[in-house]
């Protein structure tokens, strides 16, 4: 992967951690919602691997929202960071949860 595409994917990641923390949406409650490990929807959030459209549909479907508003919304917030070049560091959260 390009440092473009790695760039878009880690702050796509961090837009929906931190979207995920302001809404009470838990890593536990997406992996239930996905039938997936606390592991793997860390992976994707912490940018160990890629964020994929399961992820996000996991977010949706634990927040009530539809997830074509969420890809949305999650792009805007990903944009406004490239924007202001406030894109920070991620790491694991300790407690397995975003919130």
């Known amino acids: 992967m390009?440092?473009?595409s790695e760039d878009l994917n880690a702050r796509l990641s961090l837009a929906?951690?931190?979207y995920m923390k302001?809404?009470?949406v838990t890593?536990?409650?997406v992996a239930t919602v996905l039938g997936r490990t606390q592991n793997y929807v860390s992976g994707r959030l912490i940018g160990r691997h890629h964020i994929?459209?399961?992820i996000i549909m996991g977010i949706a479907a634990v927040a009530q929202?539809?997830?074509d508003w969420l890809i949305q919304?999650?792009?805007r917030r990903a944009a406004q960071k490239a924007a202001a070049g406030t894109e920070t560091p991620m790491s694991p959260d300790?407690?397995?949860a975003a919130g």
């Open 2 to 4: 390009d440092k473009q």
């Open 73 to 75: 919304e999650l792009t």
């Open 16 to 18: 929906a951690s931190e």
């Open 52 to 54: 994929s459209a399961d």
């Open 65 to 67: 929202v539809p997830p």
């Open 27 to 29: 890593q536990p409650q």
């Open 22 to 24: 302001e809404h009470g």
């Open 94 to 96: 300790p407690a397995g």
